[in-house]
């Protein structure tokens, strides 16, 4: 993932999103703001992010420019569901915050803790997060315990080992809710094995809890629904596959 600055100009925005012109302006930011992200989402992704921001901020009582912007952006930089993410607490607790007054509360205060949140995670220059992806890519598949709290340990070394900033975020019960949230997503694409608890964990930790369906990670979306026939083991196997092949071309 790449860094982009949130300025905190940009929520002292009150437009309403429905503008006719927001659309046209949010979508020429995207492009401008994240230009590494666009390239791999194509026209119909950028399209679709635009969209789901725009849905689910509604979902959260957000209808000005600058919240949904910040939204968008956040969906870009930490992923799909980020507001629902067991690693970031925070994000969702400030959407649903009653005790704010109004949007543009909720919005500037979800700036300042993404803002913290991202310097202390990826770097202020990108270096945590661009040593965790080239040192995911060398970790292997296959766990080397069986299920239980071993398997946890290991899962949670495992973790600390490729993004250990990233890692001291997250209080013990949020890693567990990470872990059973990557077996429930292997699950759900027919895996019960280790094997497929660890590769979804390690995505979500890596891409956001939400990276099945982000258009972002496309290949994950193929591989897993597209793909619905095929033996579980064989559509965990291409998925790593695909993860190691799109890690490459991200970081080189």
Request: glycine share 8%; proline share 4%.
């Given at each position: 993932?790449?860094?982009?600055?949130?300025r905190a100009?940009?929520?002292a925005?009150?437009?309403?999103a429905?503008?006719?012109h927001?659309?046209?302006r949010?979508?020429?930011?995207v492009?401008?703001?994240?230009?590494k992200?666009?390239?791999l989402?194509?026209?119909?992704g950028?399209?679709?992010?635009v969209?789901?921001?725009i849905e689910?901020?509604?979902a959260f009582g957000?209808?000005?420019?600058s919240?949904?912007s910040?939204?968008?952006?956040?969906?870009?930089?930490?992923g799909?569901?980020?507001?629902a993410?067991p690693?970031?607490?925070w994000a969702?607790d400030?959407?649903?915050?009653t005790?704010?007054?109004?949007?543009l509360t909720?919005?500037?205060?979800?700036?300042?803790?993404a803002?913290?949140?991202?310097?202390i995670?990826?770097g202020p220059?990108?270096e945590?997060?661009?040593?965790?992806?080239r040192?995911?890519?060398y970790?292997?598949?296959h766990?080397q315990?069986?299920?239980?709290s071993?398997f946890v340990r290991?899962?949670?070394v495992r973790?600390?080992?490729i993004?250990?900033?990233?890692?001291?975020?997250?209080d013990?019960?949020?890693?567990l809710?990470?872990?059973?949230?990557g077996?429930?997503?292997?699950?759900?694409?027919?895996s019960?094995?280790e094997?497929g608890?660890?590769?979804?964990?390690?995505?979500?930790?890596?891409?956001?809890?939400?990276?099945d369906?982000?258009?972002?990670?496309?290949?994950?979306?193929?591989v897993?629904?597209?793909?619905?026939?095929?033996?579980p083991a064989?559509?965990i196997?291409?998925?790593?596959?695909?993860?190691?092949?799109?890690?490459e071309?991200?970081?080189g």
């Amino acid at each position: 993932m790449i860094r982009v600055r949130i300025r905190a100009e940009q929520i002292a925005v009150f437009e309403s999103a429905d503008s006719t012109h927001f659309m046209l302006r949010i979508f020429q930011h995207v492009r401008e703001a994240f230009p590494k992200h666009s390239s791999l989402l194509g026209e119909p992704g950028i399209r679709e992010v635009v969209r789901y921001g725009i849905e689910q901020s509604r979902a959260f009582g957000l209808s000005r420019q600058s919240p949904v912007s910040l939204f968008i952006d956040l969906t870009l930089l930490l992923g799909r569901s980020f507001h629902a993410d067991p690693q970031m607490p925070w994000a969702g607790d400030i959407l649903s915050d009653t005790s704010l007054p109004d949007e543009l509360t909720r919005a500037q205060r979800l700036h300042a803790a993404a803002t913290r949140y991202l310097d202390i995670v990826s770097g202020p220059e990108n270096e945590f997060i661009d040593a965790a992806q080239r040192r995911c890519m060398y970790e292997p598949a296959h766990a080397q315990t069986g299920s239980g709290s071993g398997f946890v340990r290991e899962v949670s070394v495992r973790l600390e080992r490729i993004w250990p900033e990233k890692y001291r975020q997250m209080d013990e019960e949020s890693r567990l809710a990470l872990i059973q949230g990557g077996a429930a997503k292997a699950r759900a694409y027919g895996s019960d094995s280790e094997t497929g608890t660890l590769v979804c964990t390690a995505l979500m930790y890596m891409l956001g809890s939400g990276f099945d369906e982000d258009p972002l990670f496309s290949w994950a979306h193929r591989v897993l629904v597209d793909a619905a026939g095929q033996d579980p083991a064989v559509r965990i196997e291409a998925l790593h596959s695909s993860a190691l092949a799109y890690l490459e071309q991200w970081c080189g």
